[in-house]
């Protein structure tokens, strides 16, 4: 004999008064990115190493992952919906210029992914909400395009989750309006020296202007790197102190400002990248190093400063 075991969860969603609420009630989102990458494993990850995984969150005070940049394999959505975690999932595609957006094959993969994403994955409780084409050409007229025909093959398929899309083109979005949740990649204090809190305040002005008015808010990556094991007094950049610096930093404001409904750290671990032409050559190692913990999952010095304010946080929102 064969069976299929499908397990199912109930559960609303809804972003109501520029919030998401779960079963009605307002829940803010604290957690992590995170790429299906390990260095005893490369990208075959084995249960027992999704369930440290899980556990490193959960001790660190996290209620959210998100699947970046790609769906997530079924065991690991098994253990989010056990152990009681919101997933942001989305689709596959990331950082593509509005030029390789127009590539002839590229409608039709998404369409077949976002389709393949949600029919398999539409019965996990733990996923509230579904995201697509992460700091993609939503920042041009014909890439608004493309984002409003795949959210709305979406939101076809499923009406019962909210949409989001992860932005990096703060006052130049175009397509705000078109999600139920708008959601910034912004890195204060890396990339550029701009204080936490003055951008996290702008970025809600930018959001109301372009079509976002009184819709939840996530600060869908922040973060810096650090690399494993390299201390040192100077806190240069690179170094785990500067590292646990910035993260402090950055929670700091985000828990501070009423209008955010969530914030996601980049990146849960350590992972490797491709070693092709651009910028990406410059990553030491191949290694994009800004994950909490490395890629064998040891803590940095910024994993006790995550804990102090997510698990704190959490602790005062339950009592």
């Known amino acids: 004999m064969d069976d299929l075991i499908e397990r199912v969860g109930f559960r609303t969603v809804s972003t109501k008064n520029g919030r998401i609420q779960v079963n009605g009630e307002d829940v ?47 065991r690991f959505l098994d253990l989010c919906d056990e152990r009681g975690m919101f997933v942001w ?3 596959h595609a990331r950082g593509l210029s509005l030029e390789q957006m127009k590539h002839p094959l590229f409608a039709k993969q998404c369409e077949d992914c976002n389709r393949e994403m949600v029919e398999t994955h539409f019965n996990h409780p733990s996923i509230i909400i579904w995201a697509i084409l992460n700091e ?12 409003r025909t795949q959210l709305e093959q979406i939101r076809t398929m499923d009406s019962s989750r909210p949409l989001s899309f992860a932005s990096h083109h703060r006052d130049r979005e175009l397509c705000f309006d078109l999600a139920d949740i708008v959601s910034f990649n912004l890195y204060p204090l890396w990339y550029e020296e701009e204080d936490p809190l003055e951008l996290v305040k702008e970025a809600r002005r930018w959001a109301d202007e372009a079509g976002g008015l009184e819709k939840p808010m996530i600060m869908s990556e922040f973060g810096a790197d650090g ?3 390299y201390r040192d007094p100077s806190r240069v950049k690179g170094t785990e102190e500067r590292h646990a610096d910035i993260i402090e930093r950055n929670l700091e404001a985000y ?15 350590d992972c490797k990248v491709t070693e092709g032409t651009g910028w990406l050559l410059t990553r030491a190692g191949t290694q994009n190093s800004k994950g909490i913990v490395d890629r064998y999952r040891r803590p940095k010095l910024a994993y006790a400063v995550v804990k ?9 929102e339950q009592e």
């Open 255 to 269: 828990t501070s400002v009423p209008f955010l409904s969530g914030m996601l750290i980049w990146q849960f671990c």
């Open 28 to 74: 803010g989102l604290k957690g992590f990115n995170r790429h299906e990458d390990h260095a005893l494993a490369g990208a075959a990850i084995p249960y027992p190493l999704m369930v440290h995984d899980i556990e490193l969150m959960l001790d660190m005070g996290a209620n959210t992952v998100r699947t970046s940049h790609y769906p997530n394999d079924e």
């Open 89 to 91: 999932e989305e689709n």
């Open 308 to 316: 102090k304010y997510y698990a704190g946080q959490l602790r005062s």
């Open 136 to 147: 993609c050409a939503s920042d041009t007229p014909e890439g608004r395009e493309i984002y």
């Open 227 to 229: 690399y494993y094991g």
